[in-house]
């Protein structure tokens, strides 16, 4: 339930690069059979600050044992990757030679970069860690180490790269100003794997093999490659913004176009090449379904139930050539109750407009003019994405209801909302009422506890919750992220390494480019403590991957044991080193100022 919350770093990753290996078992070969499939596809971890953030990937290349370079990137292509907390984006999929790999390279191109930021209606500045315009090409070595990849014959195998914008992005929302130190981590067969997403155009629908084959294309539209998918009778799809299931869904996928533009969600097939898929969109309803796009929050509404709503959404909008675009804005949004088709993200069953309540995350298609759409239309369809709540509880549930102070909803405050707006009983923020039903169990959530709901909305004629949770979190058990970025502008920062802990001095006022925080789930950023010494020690239980990425040669490293790290962490720093960033992510005391990290890098030069 915890990884399900986008907002609550429930699935934290470090600055750096890191490579988690495991891709099969057997050496550089095997028997004789077809090459491995490589499905390779990109992610990222939520930022409180960032709306959107768009940039290219132009190369990814891994080394063989012997020396050759395989790409597996055919094509540049621009990623959202804001948009991909919940799920992977796949860029390319395909045969690579089988054997062992040594390491990789990852190609970022930062000439069109764009950065939003929370309350911003202009692209943020985007500068290196050194305060420079960041611009052009940035090419990022990785060293597996002794955690070498191996990928076997006739195996299909997933490779993950996971940008973490929230230790990868030093924000200055006043300014409208970035600064990015970019940070991977790279997963191959992740034991929970996020929902991988395919975008293209349908080719053709084969029903009695239960398959359909389309072809992966950048956002643009640029072919990528060809792929198989299959589906099974719990598929799950949104045709036209039409729900159905299983064969009815199949067939009327069938009776679509070639080359209408398609969206599917699921996972990789470890025994063939083909993509299962568990949830598809095609058509209208779609990224490039022909139709402007509002993406936000539902802030108000006017329109009783039953009624045609006029809706105000609080978000960002894209014509459909993704030509135009406008950032926090306030759109005039009106619906039909008899006509608009309304859905939820990966469900089926449709909807009415009675059930877009005010706190709702949406995303509309439909005619845009100014800040007004027309969502009107048969074809026009409205899809509810699940929403998160933030607060804090006023004691445990009771029956399953769970009463929350609100502080947000998603990356807004509550105080941009109309909740008077919301229905016939509308919701108080103050005491809101989230329907979690079994999901508080053994949380240990209490009078005060910070929490986190994911769920939807009630409808506006709904007297009872006022959201229907499908995930819960307490907050004060999920990791939180230490980070500090030192530059010779008046930190010093040294460390002593010993065998179970890293120990940290921090003296001296913060220059340009420096800082010392602490992010917590919905507390935010604070400073770091420096009294008593902020230390680093292994999480107690877990995987733990730590990495040490130098500078000056432009390696990183990847250590699976904390010893190791700080062993290696020590002797960079008797050879003279210096560090230049710290960032862990685990539990955090505050009495002893200590985070038991289950990631961590540094990076010194």
């Known amino acids: 339930m915890l990884s399900a919350l986008r907002n609550a770093r429930l ?42 953030f768009t940039v290219d990937v132009t190369s990814i290349q891994l080394r063989k044992l012997g020396g050759a370079m395989v790409s597996v990137l055919s094509t540049p292509t621009t990623i959202d990757l804001a948009t991909l907390t919940d799920t992977s984006q796949i860029l390319n999929a395909g ?84 600064t990015v130190e970019p940070a991977f981590v790279m997963h191959v067969n992740p034991a929970a794997p996020k929902t991988l997403v395919a975008a293209g155009t349908l080719t053709s629908v084969d029903t009695a093999s239960s398959t359909f084959v389309g072809e992966i294309t950048t956002l643009g539209g640029t072919p990528i490659a060809p792929a198989t998918f299959h589906v099974d009778p719990a598929t799950i799809y949104q045709i036209d913004g039409m729900p159905s299931v299983g064969s009815t869904g199949l067939t009327a996928l069938a009776a679509v176009s070639a080359g209408t533009w398609i969206q599917a969600y699921g996972s990789i097939d470890p025994l063939s090449p083909e993509l299962d898929v568990a949830f598809l969109e095609a058509g209208t309803g779609t990224y490039n379904g022909g139709t402007d796009i509002v993406e ?13 709503p006029i809706l105000t959404v609080l978000g960002h909008s894209s014509d459909a050539g993704h030509t135009v675009f406008q950032y926090d804005t306030s759109f005039t949004v009106t619906a039909s109750f008899a006509s608009t088709k309304v859905v939820r993200l990966g469900l089926n069953q449709a909807y009415d407009t009675d059930d877009l309540n005010v706190g709702q995350r949406v995303r509309i298609f439909g005619a845009l003019t100014g800040t007004n759409m027309d969502a009107t239309r048969a074809n026009d369809v409205i899809r509810m994405q699940p929403t998160d709540v933030f607060g804090h509880a006023a004691g445990p549930d009771v029956a399953g209801d769970l009463t929350v102070d609100v502080t947000r909803v998603d990356q807004r405050l509550q105080s941009a909302f109309t909740w008077s707006a919301g229905g016939t009983t509308p919701p108080d923020p103050n005491a809101f009422h989230a329907q979690v039903g079994n999901l508080g169990q053994g949380l240990g959530i209490a009078a005060a506890t910070p929490v986190a709901a994911r769920g939807y909305f009630t409808a506006v004629d709904d007297a009872g919750q006022d959201l229907r949770a499908t995930a819960l979190a307490n907050l004060s058990l999920v990791p939180s992220l230490m980070l500090v970025h030192n530059r010779p502008a008046g930190f010093t920062v040294t460390a002593v390494a010993g065998s179970s802990s890293i120990v940290l001095t ?33 999480a107690a239980s877990g995987l733990t991957y730590y990495t040490i990425r130098d500078k000056g040669t432009g390696s990183t ?35 002893t100022n200590t985070i038991d990290a289950s990631l961590a890098a540094v990076v010194v030069e």
């Open 296 to 308: 936000g929050h539902i802030i108000d509404r006017l329109g009783a139930a039953g009624t045609d």
């Open 506 to 538: 921090i003296t001296g006022t913060a220059g340009t480019g420096e800082f010392a925080i602490l992010d917590q789930a919905l507390v935010g950023a604070q400073p770091l403590p420096t009294s008593p010494d902020p230390t680093i020690r292994a």
């Open 11 to 52: 699935a934290p990753v470090l600055a750096g690069l890191a490579f988690l290996s495991g891709c099969g078992a057997g050496g550089g070969g095997g028997a004789a059979g077809t090459d491995p499939t490589l499905t390779f596809a990109i992610t990222d971890s939520a930022s409180d600050d960032v709306v959107s």
């Open 95 to 178: 045969t690579v030679p089988a054997g062992t790999y040594l390491s990789a390279t990852i190609t970022l191109d930062f000439t069109n970069a764009v950065c939003l930021l929370t309350g911003q209606t202009t692209p943020a500045t985007i500068q290196d860690d050194s305060g420079n315009p960041l611009t052009g090409l940035v090419t990022l070595p990785i060293q597996f180490g002794t955690d070498r990849l191996i990928c076997p014959f006739n195996r299909h195998r997933l490779l993950e790269f996971d940008f973490n914008l929230n230790q990868s992005l030093m924000a200055d929302t006043a300014g409208n100003t970035v």
């Open 557 to 591: 490293t990847l250590y699976l044991q904390f010893a190791d790290f700080s062993a290696a962490l020590g002797n960079q720093l008797v050879m003279g080193a210096t560090i230049d960033h710290v960032a862990a992510v685990g539990r955090y005391t505050v009495l």
